[in-house]
């Protein structure tokens, strides 16, 4: 893990209380997470009753705060700091958190599917495509988050640059948190696009974005509106006759061939 990774928050000082939250949230005492982080025992007591960290201690604080994977990776690298029961108590609960959006849950569940072999974009496109597939044959969104339009050709942008910064990781998700059957969609999904390599989906998703409406999320950033990607994905169903999950596969097959023609 790379210093470099640290927020540079100098003139943002960690706050007691964003201190006791990241205790709350990591499920971890104030000795543990100080000695954790190859401090004094009562380094973490003394900024919850007053004293000023420095501002190394203070971004590596908020570095925690922002992000569960930068925390997760501490937990890894240090674990020897820790007793086992605080160690397995803390990591249940960074893992929680870092799976706590829905679109988080599901890459991670791709990712242990595919046994970590799944490179950021590669992650991206197979979540575009199980969001697409969903809204196209469920009338449902698999997760909130909205394709983004930037100069990454990332959808999910945040997600991107997370597993970017941080890596893959392999770990087993909590369970009961994705039905039976967004698992069955998402099951099709990797089975029919896995096949394809990088090269290909990104011809393939290259070609679907030249024929996306762009528009505006209220913040001003340029998306791709999910009524937009179902709408077109409906064309899709009708065009290649697909009428359930098991005939995802009929799409990407298909298309490659109409490529090869054309």
């Not at 190859?38 to 919850?48: A, D, L, P, S």
């Not at 595919?114 to 199980?130: A, E, F, K, R, V």
């Not at 990607?229 to 697909?242: P, R, S, V």
Request: hydrophobic share 35%; aromatic share 12%; net charge positive.
């Amino acid at each position: 893990m790379k210093e470099n990774n640290l927020q540079n928050n100098a003139n943002s000082i960690v706050t007691a209380n964003e201190i006791r939250t990241i205790l709350s949230d990591f499920r971890i005492g104030k000795k543990p997470l100080a000695k954790l982080l190859g401090w004094g025992e009562t380094t973490i007591i003394r900024y919850i009753e007053g004293d000023v960290p420095t501002a190394e201690y203070s971004n590596k604080l908020k570095a925690i705060a922002q992000e569960p994977a930068y925390y997760y990776e501490l937990l890894l690298e240090n674990r020897d700091n820790l007793t086992n029961v605080a160690f397995r108590k803390s990591m249940q609960a960074v893992l929680e958190k870092m799976t706590e959006r829905k679109i988080d849950l599901i890459a991670q569940y791709m990712i242990l599917f595919c046994q970590g072999d799944m490179s950021p974009g590669y992650t991206q496109w197979l979540l575009y495509y199980s969001q697409a597939f969903s809204l196209a044959l469920l009338d449902k969104e698999l997760f909130e988050e909205d394709y983004n339009v930037n100069s990454e050709n990332a959808p999910y942008i945040r997600l991107y640059n997370s597993m970017k910064k941080h890596g893959v990781n392999v770990f087993e998700i909590p369970g009961g948190r994705l039905s039976e059957e967004e698992k069955k969609l998402i099951n099709k999904v990797l089975d029919t696009f896995c096949w394809y390599g990088p090269k290909a989906l990104k011809s393939l998703t290259s070609y679907e974005r030249a024929n996306f409406r762009i528009s505006r999320d209220k913040e001003g950033r340029r998306i791709i509106s999910k009524d937009t990607i179902k709408n077109y994905f409906k064309e899709i169903l009708q065009q290649y006759d697909i009428h359930s999950m098991n005939e995802i596969h009929k799409y990407p097959d298909k298309r490659f061939q109409d490529f090869k023609a054309n």
